[in-house]
């Protein structure tokens, strides 16, 4: 119940292309659900995230969708960039448990 | 600001050697956390601390343990060091109260365990 699948475990996309990563939950207690990308060398940093009274929320190229009766959620990054190449994680929260339950990662890989 | 720091950057144990991994943060956080990074497995949470002198068990707390004796800081000790323990450690923190529950993370420290 505690944990979040993501998919897929890598991915190619050529430049200008849509970089779709998704990840589903059990738990609805869940009410916070961050994106986090990480370049190689570096710590996870936050992309995006949105809160589940929010079918979808938006900042730049990067979109999450949320599906609150599927308990899904995806990240799209539109356009795609050589610079968005890096691994991506989804996480989820419980109210004041500052706890991140995190997804296992997808590797992305932009060609240009 | 530095944000979160970590020393080591890297280190190679042999198996039974102990070691400590220190955190360091900047930013008055509260929260202050313990993860390693193994591939295909993401982020699982070693040990956590919600404030100066407490800390709490997190998913895979076995053969680690820690302290938080100054707010700014977090140690990581692993008294007898095992292969199974090769893996990337990450520290992260954030502030209580925070809208976003954002963890900002160090650098990492590369373990190696012969």
């Known amino acids: 119940q505690q944990q979040v699948k993501q998919s897929p475990q890598s991915l190619i996309v050529q430049k200008g292309g849509i970089s779709i990563i998704n990840c589903a939950y059990e738990?609805?207690?869940?009410?916070?659900f961050p994106w986090y990308q990480q370049f190689p060398g570096k710590g996870p940093a936050l992309l995006i995230a949105i809160r589940p009274d929010v079918s979808e929320k938006k900042e730049g190229r990067f979109t999450i969708s949320f599906n609150k009766s599927a308990k899904q959620f995806s990240l799209h990054i539109m356009d795609s960039q050589p610079g968005d190449s890096a691994t991506y994680f989804c996480?989820?929260?419980?109210?004041?448990?500052?706890?991140?339950?995190w997804g296992a990662g997808t590797k992305l890989i932009i060609k240009p | 600001n530095a944000g979160v720091t970590q020393t080591p950057k890297f280190r190679v144990l042999k198996t039974g050697q102990s070691m400590t991994l220190l955190c360091a943060q900047d930013m008055n956080h509260e929260y202050m956390y313990w993860y390693r990074q193994d591939p295909g497995m993401g982020l699982r949470l070693i040990h956590y601390s919600v404030g100066e002198g407490t800390t709490a068990k997190g998913e895979v707390p076995d053969g680690y343990n820690v302290s938080r004796l100054k707010k700014q800081n977090f140690l990581l000790g692993l008294e007898s060091a095992a292969p199974s323990q090769t893996s990337v450690y990450f520290c992260a923190s954030n502030r209580r109260g925070s809208v976003s529950y954002e963890q900002y993370f160090g650098p990492g420290t590369r373990l190696t365990v012969t």
């Open positions: 996480a989820a929260s419980i109210g004041s448990n500052y706890q991140l339950i």
């Open positions: 738990n609805t207690a869940f009410d916070y």
